[in-house]
């Protein structure tokens, strides 16, 4: 409830404030992108039947394609606030790779779109035979909606649009739309979170045939701002519990449902992941005594309802499981309960370690179709880094002006070796914010940030276009750490970073900004996507493969360089047959900038100032020679 709390007076404080710190919406969606290329949606052969219903309470981030006709809408548990079940269908101003729609621009545009599959409305199917629907049957489409949730709240000029499709006269119209409002403005008209919207299909003629539909879509525009780099996606919607049905009225509003009203969260005190080693330290001092679980009795009915939830080694033979027992469960109300963490993990070799959490409702409910939605799952994740995020970023963060300095604190439970750190940057309109800076460290001076350990050369935002994929920002040599330390960035221009935030877990107090006049904390409610890679080391780089055995180090002159040309010499023991030879050069990211058939003189004129990898590796990738390759001009 303390997250919820704080999660609200960041909604409702305004977005842009004097303040040189900004948070704003996001143009990219890279859950959404990463699965795009592997997503298609299905065609149904055969028309759906009444009932249709969808809470979107199903763990995937595109809509049921047993249900809905397309899939630009983002299906999530992160954009929320309050819903009435985990888990709704987010309108915004992203298409279906995660990317700002073409003609999005200032003066409105219409963005997602979720269309059901089309719908028998000529008969309903019963007794084992179909039966003519007719108007007495009394046919209801309903649902929730939400302006806002924890995005950006749509404009007065902005819209939600419900559209019925008439198989009769192939055509659309428009039977029910909102205008815009802040998330805010929409509690203190209605006095809910989360309003339901009742409506009746009496038009027999229109729409009871083959092929109804039914439409969602909104009406969106893009922030008109004299900073690109703050251009964003805005305008957030969201859609739950969707029902469509016979035999209904305008009472009709509440369900025998008992349901998850929140996701399932990290057994951690500290942090959202940790690495396996740094856990293992002090397993009692990180784990939380508690989980909280949030569970909603849609019905006006008291039912006896229990609780459990299970453990599971991914990959191994452990588990657990916790059952809570069983007890009565008065209609209309939310319970917020802890549940107890009365397990300690298993010991397990190796460096990293993977657990699933299955929480479960057992419902004492006769008539309760609903069943999705009394599961709910979370994947503790013990691998090489700490992160305080979910993975998912609600918004963008970042500095201004010039020189703005930025820190993220962490604290170690032992001495460790840093690595990497992964960011994710949100992508903005036209890139706007790829603007360079300098990835810093510091160590600490009693709760703040003291002196600089390590920077990086300049460096820019990189982007990766796939599920919660962070991009590696390698150190150019490892760093020893112990105790606290912060990571973060010197920017060298005003422009904004638009770094990943995540509004849903509250770390307010280990983000730090200084603009100039000393450092202070941040006075927005989140996360930082911000995660430090500690470990062994990593592997040299992606592109080579991960069989190649390094036979000695090639030589290169001159080395640092500030010309335009490098000389190369192979090992005495090296393949003689340097046709078979190839040369790859990659930057501190790991990010490969050269790819060709070996030669003694290779030309670096039109690389930037920077430290690189040179590999000469063979065709089969099992032999390969390296070097570091200083560039300064």
Same mark, same amino acid.
């Given at each position: 409830m303390k997250n919820k709390i704080l999660l609200l007076i960041i909604l409702l404080f305004p977005a842009f404030s004097f303040s040189q710190e900004i948070v704003t919406g996001l143009s990219t969606n890279a859950l959404l992108k990463g699965h795009a290329k592997a997503h298609s949606h299905k065609t149904a052969s055969n028309m759906l039947r009444l009932p249709f219903f969808? %809470?979107?309470?199903?763990?995937?981030?595109?809509?049921?394609?047993?249900?809905?006709? /397309? *899939?630009?809408? @983002?299906?999530?548990?992160?954009?929320?606030?309050?819903?009435?079940?985990?888990?709704?269908?987010?309108?915004?101003?992203?298409?279906?790779?995660?990317?700002?729609?073409?003609?999005?621009?200032?003066?409105?545009?219409?963005?997602?779109?979720?269309?059901?599959?089309?719908?028998?409305? %000529?008969?309903?199917?019963?007794?084992?035979?179909?039966?003519?629907?007719?108007?007495? /049957? *009394?046919?209801? @489409?309903?649902?929730?909606?939400?302006?806002?949730?924890?995005?950006?709240?749509?404009?007065?000029?902005?819209?939600l649009v419900l559209e019925f499709y008439s198989p009769k006269t192939a055509t659309w119209s428009s039977v029910w739309s909102s205008e815009g409002m802040t998330l805010a403005q929409f509690h203190s008209r209605y006095n809910v979170w989360f309003k339901q919207v009742m409506i009746p299909i009496s038009d027999s003629t229109s729409y009871f045939h083959k092929g109804f539909q039914f439409r969602f879509y909104n009406w969106a525009s893009l922030a008109n701002n004299s900073m690109p780099s703050w251009a964003g996606n805005v305008d957030q919607w969201n859609i739950d519990y969707v029902y469509l049905n016979k035999n209904r009225n305008m009472a009709d509003s509440v369900y025998k449902d008992i349901a998850f009203a929140a996701p399932a969260t990290s057994v951690l005190k500290n942090y959202y992941s940790m690495p396996w080693s740094q856990f293992n330290v002090d397993p009692a001092a990180e784990l939380k005594d508690s989980l909280l679980t949030e569970i909603f009795n849609l019905d006006t009915v008291t039912y006896n309802t229990s609780y459990d939830y299970c453990v599971t080694q991914i990959g191994g033979a452990w588990n657990h499981c916790y059952t809570g027992g069983s007890a009565n469960f008065p209609g209309q109300t939310m319970q917020i309960k802890n549940r107890p963490v009365n397990f300690s993990f298993p010991t397990v070799a190796g460096d990293s370690a993977d657990f699933l959490f299955?929480?479960?409702?057992?419902?004492?409910?006769?008539?309760?179709?609903?069943?999705?939605?009394?599961?709910?799952?979370?994947?503790?994740?013990?691998?090489?880094?700490?992160?305080?995020?979910?993975?998912?970023?609600?918004?963008?963060?970042?500095?201004?002006?010039?020189?703005?300095?930025?820190?993220?604190?962490?604290?170690?439970?032992?001495?460790?070796?840093?690595?990497?750190?992964?960011?994710?940057?949100?992508?903005?309109?036209?890139?706007?914010?790829k603007q360079f800076f300098k990835l810093t460290l510091w160590d600490d001076a009693g709760g703040h940030p003291g002196n600089v350990i390590w920077h990086s050369l300049s460096i820019k935002p990189q982007y990766e276009d796939s599920l919660n994929k962070f991009y590696n920002y390698r150190l150019d040599t490892a760093r020893a750490l112990s105790g606290t330390f912060y990571v973060g960035w010197k920017q060298m221009t005003d422009d904004f970073l638009n770094i990943g935030f995540d509004r849903n877990n509250d770390e307010h107090s280990k983000i730090f900004f200084n603009t100039g006049t000393g450092w202070q904390n941040s006075m927005y409610s989140g996360a930082l996507m911000i995660r430090p890679v500690f470990g062994k080391p990593l592997p040299l780089v992606a592109g080579i493969s991960e069989m190649a055995q390094t036979k000695g180090e090639i030589k290169a002159y001159p080395n640092p360089s500030s010309g335009n040309n490098i000389t190369l010499v192979l090992p005495a023991e090296a393949n003689k047959d340097v046709s078979k030879l190839r040369i790859h050069l990659f930057d501190m990211l790991g990010k490969e900038v050269c790819n060709y058939p070996y030669r003694n003189n290779i030309d670096v004129s039109q690389l930037q100032n920077g430290i690189y990898l040179l590999s000469v590796t063979s065709e089969t990738a099992r032999q390969s020679y390296f070097t570091r390759l200083s560039i300064v001009k």
């Open positions: 969808d %809470d979107f309470s199903e763990t995937n981030i595109y809509p049921n394609d047993s249900l809905w006709a /397309d *899939s630009n809408v @983002f299906i999530n548990s992160a954009y929320e606030f309050s819903p009435v079940t985990v888990g709704v269908a987010t309108f915004d101003a992203l298409n279906d790779t995660g990317a700002l729609y073409q003609n999005a621009d200032a003066y409105g545009f219409t963005a997602d779109t979720l269309t059901s599959k089309p719908i028998r409305l %000529d008969s309903v199917f019963q007794s084992g035979s179909w039966a003519p629907l007719k108007k007495s /049957d *009394s046919v209801y @489409f309903s649902f929730y909606y939400q302006p806002q949730g924890t995005g950006n709240a749509p404009e007065t000029d902005d819209s299955t929480h479960f409702i057992k419902e004492g409910i006769n008539g309760d179709d609903h069943r999705k939605n009394d599961t709910i799952y979370f994947e503790q994740k013990f691998y090489d880094y700490y992160a305080y995020d979910d993975g998912v970023a609600e918004a963008g963060y970042g500095l201004t002006p010039a020189n703005s300095m930025l820190a993220y604190k962490f604290t170690l439970n032992k001495p460790d070796t840093l690595r990497a750190v992964k960011i994710f940057f949100n992508q903005t309109l036209n890139n706007a914010s």
